[in-house]
C-alpha cells in the first residue's frame, strides 16, 4: 500500500497560513472601501479567498472550502466589474471572513470543522446583487503609445491586454488585429476598445503599469472620430511607468517557534553574565602588578567574548522583533465596525507600522490599544452634528502613531475629537470621594486628568456598547507599567485627546544603574531614571511627614528605598538623623516623580532579567532579579509599583 495523506502533520501550518490569510483579508476589505478602483487590492483579496479554498479542500473541510468559493466568486465578479464595490458589499465580505476566523478557531481547538448551519450566509453571497451590475459598463477607446525605445513591441501589447484581463475588464477590440500587434505590424502605438464599469482613469493606470508604456489617452467608444473625451489632460494622460515602478522585496524567512527563541535568549542572558563576571575579574587583578600579563591576555579575551556576546545578542534580539503592523492591521476593522455602529465618521490613519518592537510585548500591548481606540471613538469623538456645529470637520480623526526613542518605543493614539474636561473631572474625583474640594483646587490639570486611570473612574453619562462603563483606562495603565512601561495623557477641551504608551524596546537584556544600599545593591531600570542628584540638608523641607526638596521647580518627595522595600514607616529618621548629602536617584512613573535616596550610585550596566519565581512573584517593587559580576544578586526595582505602594501608604 502506497503511503496515505497524514492530515495532522499539515494541520499546523494549514492553520498558520489560514491565519494570515484572514488577518490579510481583514486589513485589505477595509482599505478597498477606501480605494474601490484598487485593482491590486482587489487581486490581493482574490488571491487570499482563492489559497483558502485550496488548502482547506485539501485538509477536507468542506464547509470551509465551500464558503471561500463563494467568496472567491464574489470576488470574481468584481474584478469583471459587475459588482462594484460599496459598504454593503464590504459588510458581506467580512461577515464571510468573519465565519473563516470563527472556523479557524474551532479547527485550532478540536482538530476539525464545526458542522454549522451556513446557509444564511451562503444564500447572501450567491445572491449579492451589489449597486452596479454589468448592464453600467461602459465601452471606450484606449490609445497606447509606446516609448520610443522600445525593442519587444508586440511583448508589450500582449502583457497590455494580459493586464486589462486579469483586472476584469473586457477586452472587445484592437486596432491594428491582435495577429497584427502579435507579429508587431504597427508603429509605436495601437488602440484597444475595452468594456468595464471602472473610471477611464482607473484603466489608465492598469495599462500605465506595464514598462515602455510612454503615454495613454481615452477616447469615446464606437465613433469613428474617437474624440477625446472631456477629461484633464493630466488625468489621462500618464508619465513613464519608470516613474511609478512598485518594488516588491521578497525576503527569505523560516517559521521559529517562540520557546526556542526564548531558549535562545536564555543563553545568550547566559554569556552576557559570564562576560560580566569576567570584568569584574580583571578589575581585581589591576592589584596584583606580577599578573600584569596575564591580566592582559585576560582582558584581550573578554574583550572578544564581548564582541561575539554583543553580535549574538543583537542577532537573537533582532529574530524576536517584529513590526507593529502585526498588532497595527487589525485595528482598521475594529475602527470601522465601531464607526458604524456608532453612527460617527471616522478618518483612521495608522503611520509607523514598521517600528519593530519585541514579540513578547506585542501581545501584551493589544488590549490597551483596544481600549484607547475604543475610547477616542466612543467618548472622544463627536457626533458629525455636534462637530459641524463646532465649526469641525464632519468626519473625526483618529491616528495610531509609533517611533522608536533611543531604547524605547512609542505610541500614540490621537483623536481630534471632543477633549478632556477637567472640570467635570475635578467634580467626578470630589463626588468619589477620592480627594477634598480644597486638594483639588491645589492641583495641577496634569495631576487631575490623571485620575482617569483610577480603577471605576468614568465621567461618561450613559453605558454604550463600546464603552462607558468605568472599565478600560486602569487596565492600560497597569498593563503598560507591568511590562516596564509608562503612560501620559495630554488633552485640550474642544480640540483631542492624546495618549503616549513609552515602552521598552525588549522585556530580556536592559540597561540599569546599579546602587548600594546597606549590604544590598538594587538595579534601577535606566528607562526610569531621570537624573542623579546629590540633595544637601538645608535645600529639603517637611510636606505632610515626608520630607521633600524642589526639583526643576517642583516638589520632590525623597523616599528611603530601603525603608520602601521592607515596608517600614516611609520616613524613618528624625530631623537629627537626616545625612548632610542625600545621594538621590529622581525616578519617574507615568507623570509621577520621586528621589529615591540610596547610600551609593555604582554605575551603569547591561543586565539580564530574571523571574523572581512564584515565592516573590508579588512583592510589589520588584521587577526581577539579575546576576552581578561576582557572582552576587541584584534585585529589579520596578519603579511604577514602588511609587503606587507609596501612594497608597498615604504618602
Known amino acids: 500500500m502506497g503511503d496515505t495523506f497524514d492530515v495532522s502533520h499539515y494541520l499546523g501550518v494549514f492553520i498558520e497560513e489560514a491565519k494570515e490569510h484572514i488577518e490579510s483579508l481583514e486589513e485589505n476589505l477595509v482599505k478597498l472601501e477606501k480605494e474601490p478602483y484598487n485593482q491590486d ?26 464558503l471561500a468559493h463563494l467568496l472567491e466568486n464574489l ?9 462594484s464595490v460599496s459598504s454593503s458589499l464590504i459588510d458581506l465580505l467580512l461577515q464571510g471572513v468573519d465565519f473563516l476566523k470563527r472556523m479557524l478557531e474551532e479547527i485550532t481547538k478540536k482538530g476539525q470543522e464545526p458542522d454549522w448551519n451556513m446557509e444564511e450566509i451562503f444564500s447572501a453571497l450567491q445572491d449579492f446583487r451589489g449597486e452596479k451590475e454589468k448592464d453600467d459598463s461602459g465601452e471606450y477607446w484606449l490609445t497606447v503609445k509606446l516609448a520610443s525605445d522600445c525593442s519587444m513591441k508586440g511583448v508589450r501589447a500582449y502583457l497590455v491586454i494580459s493586464r486589462l484581463q486579469d483586472s476584469g475588464i473586457e477586452v472587445v477590440n484592437t486596432v491594428p488585429s491582435l495577429s497584427d500587434l502579435e507579429g508587431e505590424n ?16 482607473e484603466v ?79 578589575q581585581r587583578l589591576k592589584d596584583y602588578q606580577e599578573l600584569v600579563q596575564f591580566r592582559e591576555i585576560l582582558s584581550d579575551t573578554t574583550t572578544h ?37 456608532s453612527g460617527k465618521e471616522i478618518d483612521f490613519i495608522i ?70 474636561d477637567v472640570e467635570k473631572i475635578k467634580d467626578k474625583v470630589v463626588g468619589m470621594g477620592l480627594v477634598t474640594p480644597e486638594e483639588v483646587s491645589k492641583m495641577s490639570e496634569r495631576e487631575i486628568v490623571d485620575f482617569i486611570f483610577y480603577p471605576g473612574f468614568s465621567t461618561s453619562d450613559e453605558v454604550t456598547e463600546v464603552s462607558g462603563r468605568g472599565v478600560g483606562m486602569d487596565v492600560v495603565k497597569r498593563n503598560i507599567e507591568r511590562v516596564n512601561g509608562q503612560v501620559r ?59 521633600t526638596t524642589l526639583f526643576r521647580g517642583k516638589t520632590l518627595p525623597l523616599l528611603w528605598l530601603e525603608a520602601l522595600l521592607d515596608s517600614r514607616k516611609y520616613n524613618f529618621i528624625s530631623e537629627d538623623e537626616i545625612p ?15 528621589g529615591l535616596v540610596v547610600d551609593e550610585v555604582l554605575g551603569e550596566q547591561e543586565i539580564v532579567i530574571k523571574s523572581l519565581g512564584s515565592y516573590m512573584r508579588d512583592v510589589r517593587g520588584l521587577g526581577g532579579a539579575t546576576i552581578l559580576g561576582d557572582g552576587g544578586i541584584s534585585l529589579i526595582i520596578d519603579v511604577a509599583s514602588l511609587l503606587w505602594k507609596f501612594s497608597r501608604a498615604g504618602g
Request: proline letters at 4%; hydrophobic letters at 40%.
Open 41 to 66: 487590492l482587489i487581486q490581493a483579496i482574490f488571491r487570499s479567498f482563492h489559497t483558502i479554498k485550496g488548502s482547506s479542500g485539501s485538509m477536507g473541510f468542506q464547509q470551509m472550502t465551500e
Open 75 to 83: 470576488l470574481d465578479r468584481v474584478r469583471r466589474g459587475e459588482v
Open 186 to 201: 504597427f508603429g509605436q502605438s495601437f488602440d484597444i476598445l475595452v468594456r468595464t464599469a471602472l473610471p477611464p482613469e
Open 204 to 282: 489608465v493606470k492598469i495599462v500605465g503599469s506595464v514598462a515602455e508604456i510612454e503615454r495613454v489617452e481615452v477616447k469615446e467608444g464606437e465613433k469613428e472620430k474617437k474624440n477625446q473625451i472631456e477629461e484633464k489632460e493630466e488625468k489621462n494622460t500618464i508619465s513613464p511607468p519608470g516613474e511609478q515602478k512598485i518594488t516588491t522585496n521578497l525576503k527569505k524567512t523560516v517559521r521559529v517557534d517562540v520557546e526556542r527563541l526564548d531558549s535562545l535568549l536564555n543563553l545568550v542572558g547566559e554569556l552576557v553574565i559570564d562576560r560580566t563576571r569576567l570584568e569584574d575579574i580583571i
Open 305 to 341: 567574548i564581548g564582541r561575539v556576546t554583543n553580535d549574538l545578542q543583537m542577532e537573537i534580539m533582532k529574530a524576536r522583533m517584529l513590526p507593529l503592523a502585526e498588532v497595527f492591521n487589525r485595528f482598521p476593522r475594529l475602527i470601522r465596525d465601531l464607526a458604524r455602529q
Open 351 to 420: 503611520e509607523g507600522e514598521e517600528t519593530e518592537l519585541d514579540r513578547s510585548l506585542l501581545e501584551e500591548i493589544t488590549d490597551p490599544l483596544i481600549h484607547l481606540l475604543r475610547n477616542a471613538v466612543d467618548h472622544g469623538i463627536e457626533s458629525r452634528e455636534e462637530r459641524i456645529n463646532k465649526g469641525k470637520p464632519p468626519q473625526g480623526k483618529v491616528i495610531l502613531r509609533a517611533y522608536q526613542e533611543e531604547n524605547s518605543v512609542v505610541i500614540v493614539v490621537e483623536d481630534d475629537g471632543r477633549g478632556l
Open 489 to 547: 495623557v495630554e488633552s485640550q477641551l474642544g480640540v483631542g485627546t492624546t495618549f503616549y504608551l513609552r515602552l521598552p524596546l525588549t522585556l530580556a537584556i536592559i540597561r540599569a544603574l546599579l546602587v548600594k544600599v546597606g549590604e544590598s545593591i538594587y538595579s534601577i531600570p535606566l528607562s526610569d531614571v531621570v537624573e542623579i542628584e546629590k540633595v544637601e540638608k538645608k535645600d529639603t523641607y517637611w510636606v505632610n511627614r515626608v520630607l
Open 580 to 594: 548632610e548629602v542625600l545621594y538621590t536617584v529622581v525616578v519617574s512613573a507615568s507623570s509621577s516623580l520621586a
